[in-house]
Nanobody, 125 residues
Framework: QVQVAESGGGSVQAGGSLRLSCAASAYLYTSNSMGWFRQAPGKEREGVAAIYTGGGDRYYADSLVKGRFTISQDDAKNTVYLQMNSLKPEDTAMYYC?????????????????WGQGTQVTVSS
């Protein structure tokens, strides 16, 4: 039984694009917000983007991904996507999806109850 599961990572050259998918159990998808995080080797995990699935409000870590990443949702599939364009080598990290937020808004803090296993994104220069 899948609670939160990511897919879609891979290796691309700088300037390329990838789309990550996060499938969630229905009760988690509708709980409140879902978020995307990333963690590079030797660095702390950081919030990248989040979406309030009940109303579609979107949140981004503008300093990291402004204008390049887009988060979206598909209610029929209980799935959240992260479209990543104009990728840079510094975007290289393990990307995690998370569900059921318990912190303060915006939902970009490490305050989720459920986490996926992660999917690797590698951007070469």
């Amino acid at each position: 039984q899948v609670q939160v599961a990511e897919s879609g990572g891979g290796s691309v050259q700088a300037g390329g694009s990838l789309r990550l998918s996060c499938a969630a159990s229905a009760y988690l998808y509708t709980s409140n917000s879902m978020g995307w995080f990333r963690q590079a080797p030797g660095k702390e995990r950081e919030g990248v983007a989040a979406i309030y699935t009940g109303g579609g409000d979107r949140y981004y870590a503008d300093s990291l991904v402004k204008g390049r990443f887009t988060i979206s949702q598909d209610d029929a599939k209980n799935t959240v996507y992260l479209q990543m364009n104009s990728l840079k080598p510094e975007d290289t990290a393990m990307y995690y999806c998370a569900a059921e937020y318990t912190g303060r808004y915006p939902p970009l803090e490490n305050a989720y109850n459920y986490w996926g296993q992660g999917t690797q994104v590698t951007v070469s220069s």
